[in-house]
């Protein structure tokens, strides 16, 4: 039987533990993140660790899970707003942005994962990003009023985060590349009801 939990520091350690695991995956990927660099960065022993979580593929599936559920409860609020549609589509291309910018780790996961044909996290990512693009896709297809005509809506919308994230897993290039300002709006509101409703 592993030893209690004695203290409300240590009931945060799973959180530290995520916090760690988020920046070394981001940082390095999955293969080369080691479990005692991410306990020494949570202030635990590898040990210790591994009271929390068995495996390093354990532990990457529990931050890709908490990413996901975070990102989702934040979009469902976004979608639930009492406004008209099109500012509730404004707030999830906002919040979706906004997420990503204080998590920019959780970006370049994301990217990580799309890229590896050998990373742990497909499956997860599947798992998590399927059931949220179809809650986003039933919204913009039973509440949209005024999208342009024939829009393959399920295209757009991962044209639109597809933009966002690469933006957020850019780092320091985004000034040089994107320049100071973000038109994640700016654009998801031309590609979804075309130039005479995409004005700032």
Same mark, same amino acid.
């Given at each position: 039987?592993?030893?209690? +939990?004695?203290? %409300?520091?240590?009931?945060? &350690?799973?959180? $530290? !533990?995520?916090? @760690?695991?988020? #920046?070394?995956? *981001? =940082?390095?990927?999955?293969?080369?993140?080691?479990?005692?660099?991410?306990?020494?960065?949570?202030?635990?022993?590898?040990?210790?660790?591994?009271?929390?979580?068995?495996?390093?593929?354990? +532990?990457?599936? %529990?931050?890709?899970?908490? &990413?996901?559920? $975070? !990102?989702?409860? @934040?979009?469902? #609020?976004?979608? *639930? =707003?009492?406004?008209?549609?099109?500012?509730?589509?404004?707030?999830?291309?906002?919040?979706?942005?906004?997420?990503?910018?204080?998590?920019?780790?959780?970006?370049?996961?994301?990217?990580?994962?799309?890229?590896?044909?050998?990373?742990?996290?497909?499956?997860? !990512?599947?798992?998590?990003?399927?059931?949220?693009?179809?809650?986003?896709?039933?919204?913009?297809?039973?509440?949209?009023?005024?999208?342009?005509?024939?829009?393959?809506?399920?295209?757009?919308?991962?044209?639109?985060?597809?933009?966002?994230?690469?933006?957020?897993?850019?780092?320091?290039?985004?000034?040089?590349?994107?320049?100071?300002?973000?038109?994640?709006?700016?654009?998801?509101?031309?590609?979804?009801?075309?130039?005479?409703?995409?004005?700032?």
């Amino acid at each position: 039987m592993g030893r209690p +939990l004695a203290d %409300a520091d240590a009931l945060a &350690t799973p959180e $530290r !533990l995520l916090d @760690a695991a988020e #920046q070394g995956f *981001a =940082r390095m990927g999955f293969g080369a993140t080691r479990l005692e660099d991410i306990a020494a960065a949570a202030g635990i022993r590898r040990s210790s660790l591994l009271y929390h979580y068995a495996s390093k593929s354990s +532990l990457y599936a %529990a931050v890709v899970r908490r &990413t996901f559920a $975070r !990102l989702g409860a @934040a979009l469902m #609020q976004a979608m *639930a =707003r009492k406004v008209d549609f099109t500012e509730r589509l404004d707030g999830v291309v906002t919040t979706y942005a906004r997420f990503l910018e204080d998590h920019p780790a959780h970006a370049t996961i994301l990217v990580r994962e799309l890229i590896d044909a050998e990373g742990p996290g497909r499956e997860i !990512l599947l798992d998590e990003v399927v059931p949220l693009l179809d809650v986003i896709e039933r919204f913009v297809r039973v509440e949209g009023h005024g999208l342009v005509a024939g829009l393959p809506v399920r295209a757009a919308i991962l044209q639109c985060a597809s933009g966002i994230v690469l933006r957020s897993a850019a780092g320091a290039l985004q000034g040089p590349l994107w320049g100071p300002v973000d038109h994640a709006g700016q654009l998801a509101r031309l590609l979804f009801f075309g130039p005479s409703r995409s004005e700032v």
